[in-house]
């Protein structure tokens, strides 16, 4: 199993957009549901967005929903998420994880030991 990758982080203002992207190189990329989730300062890290293996679902956190989109593109073992009229308080650090499950998709909640995750890719928004 190989751990994801995240890329697309960084600095930027209130209202701006962002997008990351996740690459899950050396396993069946297309078998799996994917998804972010991010980790504000002195904070526990909380779900963001989800996808299935086709990409025809998504759950989104009710704090990003109609502002961030997720997407994937089997072809390219790569996962995105494009962030718009970005928020101070979406200052985190972003992860990508793959493998999870349906309870973890549907349920929009984050579970120990579910999924191989990446190292994290830093987002902060300027007010």
């Known amino acids: 199993q190989v751990n994801p990758v995240e890329s697309g982080g960084g600095l930027v203002q209130a209202g701006d957009s962002l997008r990351l992207s996740c690459v899950a190189s050396?396993?069946?990329?297309?078998?799996?549901?994917m998804g972010w989730a991010r980790q504000p300062p002195a904070k526990e890290r909380e779900f963001v967005a989800a996808?299935?293996?086709?990409?025809?679902?998504?759950y989104y956190a009710d704090s990003v929903t109609g502002r961030f989109t997720i997407s994937r593109d089997n072809a390219k073992n790569t996962m995105y998420l494009e962030m718009n009229n970005l928020k101070p308080e979406d200052t985190a650090v972003y992860y990508c994880?793959?493998?999870?499950?349906?309870?973890?998709?549907?349920?929009?909640?984050?579970?120990?030991?579910?999924?191989?995750w990446g190292q994290g890719t830093q987002v902060t928004v300027s007010s």
């Open positions: 994880a793959t493998d999870w499950d349906a309870q973890t998709v549907v349920s929009r909640t984050l579970r120990a030991g579910v999924g191989a």
């Open positions: 050396g396993r069946t990329f297309s078998s799996y549901a």
């Open positions: 996808i299935s293996w086709s990409g025809g679902i998504t």
